[in-house]
């Protein structure tokens, strides 16, 4: 999983809440478990016309959000089901950091778990980054893991909070693999001391 600690990029406006994992990425999209070539399925439905042509009118498609990294979003983020297919079209669009004033826990966790921030803020500072947002190619924030604050266009700052240990993760680019990766010596040892006490284990 790729470190988390500074990024700076596009950030699109989305003032829409309750956004559940379906329009994020459409169940037509769930049939693989690959983590790679979901981004074209992001918001399908919103993102694309019936006919299969491109829906000039949705955020995303706009020729100064079609290259964004930060998604700033209404309330309630990723409820509905539970599919992890959501964060992974997310990631392969582009989007590393999401800025709500809610998310659904599973959602919220599996953004840690695929080197996605997920970011909470209060309806006044959501309505600050918003406005930021909407200000097209100018509409550049820089999001500091290590400080956690948020940076907008003419300078201004947000301080927001996020668990130690998911920060840690994120910082170091620690999924649950990693995770367990740092502890392979122990693990070797131990698998070691197995072979010569249990050799019939």
């Given amino acids: 999983m790729d470190k988390f600690t500074t990024l700076t990029g596009v950030a699109a406006p989305l003032p829409v809440v309750n956004v559940d994992t379906d329009m994020i990425i459409p169940k037509d999209y769930l049939k693989t478990i690959k983590r790679t070539g979901l981004g074209k399925g992001l918001f399908a439905e919103a993102r694309f016309n019936d006919d299969g042509s491109v829906n000039p009118d949705?955020?995303?498609?706009?020729?100064?959000?079609?290259?964004?990294?930060?998604?700033?979003?209404?309330?309630?983020?990723?409820?509905?089901?539970?599919?992890?297919?959501?964060?992974w079209a997310l990631l392969d669009f582009g989007i590393r950091c999401v800025i709500s004033t809610s998310f659904a826990d599973i959602f919220y966790n599996n953004c840690f778990k695929n080197g996605i921030l997920p970011i909470v803020v209060s309806q006044?500072?959501?309505?600050?980054?918003?406005?930021?947002?909407?200000?097209?190619?100018?509409a550049v924030l820089t999001v500091d893991l290590e400080s956690q604050e948020i940076t907008g266009p003419d300078g201004g700052s947000i301080k927001f909070d996020i668990d130690a240990f998911k920060r840690?993760?994120?910082?170091?680019?620690?999924?649950?693999?990693?995770?367990?990766?740092?502890?392979?010596?122990?693990?070797?040892?131990?698998?070691?001391t197995l072979e010569t006490t249990r050799p019939w284990a």
């Fill in 58 to 87: 949705f955020v995303l498609n706009k020729p100064a959000y079609q290259n964004a990294r930060i998604l700033v979003a209404g309330d309630n983020f990723g409820c509905g089901s539970s599919r992890e297919h959501a964060p």
């Fill in 124 to 138: 006044e500072n959501l309505d600050k980054l918003m406005d930021d947002a909407s200000r097209g190619s100018n």
């Fill in 168 to 192: 840690h993760c994120l910082l170091n680019g620690l999924d649950d693999i990693g995770l367990t990766m740092e502890k392979a010596s122990s693990i070797t040892s131990y698998e070691k």
